[in-house]
């Protein structure tokens, strides 16, 4: 089992920086990838990013340039940092973890910390 708990969102004008951390505990050393993901009121959730344990990374194309997604050495913490912040980026984040164990995939989400950008 693998547990995640995101922090770092809140309260940021347009423009503005924030810094996401995912840190996860459990069965970290089976962890393969981890991802962000975000939820607007009323839409679907959508990828935001993702990093794999060799360090590859996988942006949304609308958000390339802005946010960088990346993992410390023990791969037990993922961060999201963003830049230039919108209104648009406002919703609630999502860590997301994934396992790869005797040719199954696993994976394991945190509970969401929110992101709010004002203009």
């Known amino acids: 089992q693998v547990q995640l708990v995101e922090s770092g969102g809140g309260l940021v004008q347009a423009g503005g920086s924030l810094r996401l951390s995912c840190a996860a505990s459990?069965?970290?050393?089976?962890?393969?990838?981890m991802g962000w993901y975000r939820q607007a009121p009323g839409k679907q959730r959508e990828l935001v990013a993702s990093?794999?344990?060799?360090?590859?990374?996988n942006y949304a194309d609308s958000l390339k340039g802005r946010f960088t997604i990346s993992r410390d050495g023990t791969n037990n913490t993922a961060y999201l940092q963003m830049n230039s912040l919108r209104p648009e980026d406002t919703g609630v984040y999502y860590c997301?973890?994934?396992?790869?164990?005797?040719?199954?995939?696993?994976?394991?989400w945190g509970q969401g910390t929110q992101v709010t950008v004002s203009s």
């Open positions: 997301k973890a994934v396992r790869n164990l005797v040719g199954r995939e696993y994976a394991y």
């Open positions: 459990g069965s970290i050393f089976t962890i393969n990838a």
């Open positions: 990093i794999t344990r060799g360090g590859n990374t």
